[in-house]
């Protein structure tokens, strides 16, 4: 078996040994998305009726793409979670002593969560149809939007992964998680317009990959997206891009730099 | 031929507040076929040294080769070469037995097929097969330890280590784990073990290596040791602690006996097994003196120490538990 064979070959079994845990721990499939749900719900029915949309349209439509955005980057905290989980189990020195390719322990957690958080993307979608989220983009922007959505979801688990590997404990990956997600889910345009923030957070906000990330996929899909002008507001897309890839150039080495540094 | 051999390994594990050194230059060596049981209370740097020669953790000083590879510049060669099994059963509990095994003779870059008929082997030699298709959670500790033994032996290694196959297991899995490590033993498996018991070097090994403070303070076959550390000795507990210094005189005369206040023990060393208790026991009946406990004991772990380092096993400070 040649190198890149290896790394092929075990990576796609430590995919099959990932997903092959989620029907068997179906509550942190449910939990993410009755978390999900949750805000739909709190934001369609409870706040949404005082959000009123610069440019008016439908504040279900405008609220759906930021809640599938915000639950994509939460999914990294699941990714961070079975890093950590592994670690202290003991299955991450058990892969380590094996003459398997050393590549495949991240790039199999990373595929799998990326096919896991689709599924996720795909049940969320189906709940957004029921509320009155609709597509009116053609089929290649749909395509498109969702394409940017797992290409950020890579991103996300690169990050997971880093966090997965510096934190000693899995109560630590969720509390850091959540302490940095928080923010820059909210701080964002996916549950209000920027525009109605005070003006020292509203250059955050627009910069935010969240927003970047919302605000391309609302154009994908043809939903509402009062975005203010300059930079952020008039190139959502190619920011997105540029953030994805931001990340994953920051994150990804880091990541495997860190896991190679186990041995010290 | 040496099956694994190292020299003057050094760990040491920073952290901001104190400096640990894990491993203060540890030699040894396990002949192809042999088992060398590497024994020593928790933090002596048992768990430390198989981590290096199984590749996990690099030294801050010396050298190991494992199968002949070298550990550092050879490290994917002596994957190929060894299987691992861990005091922290590592299977992964959300896949069945089967599964487990399945995946890891796939890592092993076996084919499926072979994978498949390995693990079917192994779980029927491990007793496991009933339980193949339970995932691992329901296990108990004694099934989880032989699933994790057999995903360490999957891939065929020449050489096996097996960090504390036996810690938290109830008697019962105990002398389970034995079987199954017993007959890897007689079927030639070059075997390094860890253990912090005596009885269970014992029981498995042809050479034991004694390790305190990250040294190898001692080597040599269980007979050796046991000779070195004086056999089996007789424990006596006096009732009143002004009769310790009469009695100890009254059983061992040449001032041999040890005696700790605190406790009101008095050990001696048993030189002629039941026949020589009996004796200590009328001598003490004749004297008028009161025993509240009196038994003739087998070597421990802790005997080993007191006589080799004069300290005892558990006396260690507790922040070197974790290295």
Request: glycine share 8%; no cysteine.
């Given at each position: ?88 189990k ?13 590549s ?56 997971g ?26 701080v ?13 957070l ?7 990959p ?9 154009d ?8 203010t002008?300059?930079f ?6 190619l ?11 920051v ?14 | ?125 491990f ?9 691992a ?60 018991y ?48 009469r ?6 005369p ?36 009161r ?25 260690l ?7």
């Open positions: 078996m040649t190198e890149l064979q290896a790394a092929v070959n075990d990576g796609l079994i430590m995919t099959w040994r990932n997903l092959k845990r989620v029907p068997r721990i179906p509550e942190l499939a449910i939990f993410a998305i009755l978390q999900s749900i949750m805000f739909v719900v709190l934001f369609a029915y409870v706040f949404g009726g005082a959000i009123p949309l610069p440019g008016g349209g439908s504040y279900r439509e405008y609220l759906m793409p930021g809640i599938y955005i915000q639950t994509l980057g939460f999914a990294s905290i699941t990714t961070a979670i079975a890093i950590t989980d592994d670690m202290a003991g299955l991450i020195d058990r892969f380590r002593s094996l003459p398997m390719a050393r495949a322990v991240l790039s199999g957690r990373t595929v799998s969560d990326v096919i896991y958080n689709a599924g996720i993307l795909v049940v969320l979608m189906l709940s957004g149809l029921a509320v009155g989220w609709r597509v009116h983009g053609s089929v290649g922007e749909f395509l498109l939007a969702v394409a940017l959505m797992l290409f950020f979801i890579l991103a996300m688990a690169w990050i992964v880093l966090i997965g590997l510096l934190v000693p404990s899995v109560e630590v990956a969720q509390q850091l998680g959540f302490l940095i997600l928080f923010p820059l889910t909210f964002s345009n996916a549950f209000v317009p920027t525009s109605t923030l005070p003006s020292w509203r250059p955050v906000a627009e910069w935010n969240f927003s970047a990330l919302t605000a391309a996929t609302r994908l899909f043809g939903n509402p997206n009062p975005f002008s300059g952020p507001g008039d190139h959502p897309f920011l997105s891009i540029l953030w994805t890839v931001a990340l994953i150039v994150f990804a080495p880091l990541a495997v730099w860190k896991y190679r540094s186990i041995d010290r | 031929m040496a099956a694994v051999e190292a020299e003057g390994l050094v760990k040491v594990y920073r952290s901001r507040k104190s400096e640990v050194r894990a491993l203060d230059g540890v030699d040894l060596e396990v002949r192809e076929g042999t088992v060398l049981g590497l024994l020593g209370p928790n933090g002596a740097g048992k768990t430390t040294t198989v981590r290096i020669l199984a590749t996990l953790l690099k030294p801050n000083a010396g050298s190991a080769r494992v199968a002949g590879f070298d550990v550092l510049r050879e490290a994917q060669s002596v994957r190929k070469a060894i299987g691992l099994s861990g005091q922290y059963a590592a299977v992964d509990e959300n896949l069945t037995g089967r599964e487990n095994l399945w995946m890891f003779g796939r890592l092993y870059h076996l084919t499926s097929r072979e994978a498949r008929v390995r693990a079917d082997e192994l779980l029927e030699r007793l496991l097969d009933e339980a193949a298709d339970r995932v959670k329901t296990y108990s500790g004694g099934m989880r330890r032989r699933l994790d033994l057999a995903a360490a032996l999957i891939g065929r290694p020449r050489v096996l280590f097996l960090d504390e196959p036996t810690t938290g297991l109830d008697p019962r899995g105990r002398l389970g784990m034995w079987d199954v490590i017993r007959t890897q033993v007689r079927e030639g498996a070059t075997l390094l073990l860890t253990t912090q005596l009885e269970e070097a014992d029981e498995l090994a042809n050479e034991i290596a004694v390790v305190d403070k990250g040294r190898i303070i001692a080597r040599g076959t269980s007979d050796q040791l046991k000779s070195q550390v004086g056999g089996e000795r007789i424990e006596v507990v006096a009732h009143e602690p002004a009769d310790l210094a009695a100890a005189q009254l059983i061992a040449g001032g041999t006996a040890t005696t700790e206040e605190h406790t009101r023990r008095i050990t001696i060393a048993a030189d002629g097994g039941a026949a020589h208790l009996v004796d200590v026991v009328r001598r003490l009946g004749e004297a008028g003196i025993i509240d406990d009196i038994a003739l004991r087998r070597p421990t772990l802790d005997d080993v120490f007191l006589t080799l380092t004069g300290h005892a096993a558990e006396e400070p507790a922040e070197e538990e974790a290295a």
